[in-house]
């Protein structure tokens, strides 16, 4: 189902990493991190690598200082893909961790945000992360905007079907939504007067390049912020009061 560019450049892990803290939200062990007294949250919801892994979480930091309640929900319950694990391949890991089910799940994060006071939600999805995305936009209750980073799974349909505002940023170097795909969202996005749309394509990077970057390679560094920069200007510009 997914190509093995999906899980390319894996991430090492770290339950500890961040400034943050993790507790229980609707039901799930989620990293959160932000002033509790804020009414705006990002959702963030990863890729296959699950909830620990520390650029994700360097970025949830990062959005929470701009003034965010930034929440990583683990819908993948401790057990994140393993590419050493030759007995789960992708394709039989996706099947017990679909994006469907983090989708319901991710609704029962919003509710209890909800009940804590926060009042709008921006959703930003990586890769497997993406497609949960795009099914929370296809109605005004759940987010009231999203971005997508490097997404898989997604389809134009999907595109087709969001009611909130959407940013899309892509890899130039993708085989999952390689920009041709891209471009078609974009289109897709144009189509919809009603329905703020951003599309960039990034060139020269490859899948997963916004959190699977290596920290030492400055040129990395540098794609992956221009990124996570475009992702906070679009929540800043759509989730805030």
Known sequence: ??????????????????????????????????????????????????????????????????????????????EPYDAENTERPIQVWIKDHGPDKGCEEAKLVIEALKQKGISKIGAVGFCWGAKVVVQLAQSQEYVQAGALLHPSFVTVDDIKGVKVPLAVLGAEIDHLSPPELVKQFEEALNAKAEVDGFVKIFPGVAHGWTVRYNTEDAAAVKCAEEAHQDMLGWFQKHIKF
């Open 1 to 78: 189902m997914a190509g093995a560019q999906c899980c390319d450049n894996p991430p090492t892990l770290n339950p500890s990493s961040g400034v943050g803290l993790v507790q229980e939200i609707g039901g799930i062990q989620s990293y959160v991190v932000g002033s509790s007294d804020t009414k705006l949250a990002v959702l963030f919801i990863s890729d296959v690598y699950g909830y620990e892994a520390p650029n994700l979480r360097k970025l949830a930091d990062k959005v929470a200082a701009a003034g965010y309640y930034a929440v990583v929900p683990d819908f993948l319950h401790g």
